[in-house]
C-alpha cells in the first residue's frame, strides 16, 4: 500500500486510519504507554481546552482557546514525562492502575493538507478503578496524522474536545 | 515570586499554591462533595514568554491532568470516603501539625506579609479555617488582624 497519502483511496485510507486507532486504543488499555508515545510525531501537540457551559450570545465561546488554561496541553516531552512517570509506581493515582476501555468509533477522514491528513473521531471511555470506583469519558477527537514508515502514522496534531464541562470523574490519569 | 513554596488560604474558599501561580476557589456541592475552580496567575510585569512558562507550568502539574493534582485528589476522595467508617466516624480530626511552630510576626518575614502564617509543613490553613468559622457561628466579628476597629 502506498504511503502517499494523496494517492490512496478514502477508502483504504480510512481503513488504516482506523486500525491504527484500534491499536492505538489498545496500548492504553494494555498499560503499553511506551508504544503509545511512540505513536506520537516528534512535534505532536496534544491539547484538550477546557469546556464550559454558555448561554444566550455567549453560545459557542465554550471552549478555551490556545494560550489559555486547557486540561492538557502537552509536547512529545511531557507526554514522554508522563509516561515515564506511570512507570515509576509512584504515580498513586494510577497505582494500582485502572482498568480502562477505549471505544474509538466514527471515524472520518478530512481534508488532506499537504502530507498530513485531517481525521475526527469519537471516543467513549469507560474505566474503572480500585474496588468500585467508575467513570465514562466521551468526546471527539480532532487529529493530523502523517504516513510513518516504521508505525504506518503518527499524530501530529490532537484536540480532544469534552462532552463535559465540570469533571465529575476523579482526575485526568489517562491518555485520550 | 514562583520560587517560593507557599500555600495559603483566604476565608472561607480561596486557596493558592503560590509557587505554581495557581488559585482555587472551592464550592460545596453538598455532603462530602466540593466543586473546585482553578485558575492560574502570573506576575502584571513578567514578559509574554514568562506568563506561558507560568501558565503550562501550572497547568501540567495542578490542572485537571496535573501530575502532583491527579495524586492529590485521589487522595481527598480516598479520606472522605475512609472517615464515613464506622471507626472513622468516632475519630477527631488531628490538624495539630506545627501548632508550636507558627510564626508570630508576619512582617518578619516580609513587610507586606499579612495574615497568620507558618512554616510550609503545618496545618495553620486548616485550624484557622475551622477557628474562623467556629467564631462566626458564635456570632463573634470575623477576627482581621489590622482590620479590626
Known sequence: MSLDAMERSEMETWFSVSQFYAREAR?????????????????????????????????????????????????????????????????????????????????????????LVNVRSQFL????HLETDQEIFSGTRLDKLRPDQSTVWKIVDRTIIL?????????????? | MHLSPMHCSIFPNFSMLWQSGNMRVWHPRGVGETEGWSWCFVDRKASPGHRDIVRVHDLQRHGTSGTWEQDDVDNWVQSTMSSR???????????SMGIN?????????????????????????????????????????????????
Open chain 2, 85 to 95: 467508617g464506622f471507626v472513622g466516624r468516632q475519630v477527631m480530626q488531628n490538624l
Open chain 1, 27 to 115: 496500548y492504553l488499555d494494555d498499560l503499553e504507554f511506551d508504544k503509545w508515545v511512540g505513536l506520537m510525531a516528534g512535534d505532536i501537540r496534544y491539547w484538550m481546552p477546557i469546556v464550559s457551559n454558555r448561554i444566550g450570545r455567549d453560545v459557542g465561546n465554550e471552549l478555551t482557546v490556545r494560550g489559555e488554561l486547557a486540561h492538557f496541553e502537552d509536547n512529545h516531552e511531557s507526554l514522554s514525562n508522563r509516561v515515564r512517570r506511570l512507570a515509576t509506581g509512584r504515580a498513586w493515582a494510577e497505582t494500582p492502575p485502572g482498568r480502562t476501555n477505549h471505544l474509538i468509533s466514527n471515524v472520518e477522514i478530512g481534508e488532506v493538507e499537504g502530507d
Open chain 1, 163 to 176: 462532552d463535559h464541562a465540570v469533571l465529575t470523574q476523579k482526575s485526568l490519569g489517562i491518555f485520550f
Open chain 2, 101 to 149: 511552630h507558627e510564626i508570630k510576626d508576619p512582617k518578619s518575614i516580609h513587610p507586606d506579609m499579612r495574615g497568620r502564617i507558618a512554616g510550609f509543613q503545618n496545618e495553620i490553613n486548616q485550624r484557622n479555617l475551622y477557628g474562623q468559622w467556629a467564631r462566626m457561628m458564635k456570632g463573634e466579628c470575623p477576627v482581621v488582624p489590622g482590620a479590626n476597629a
Open chain 1, 125 to 128: 471511555i469507560y474505566r474503572s
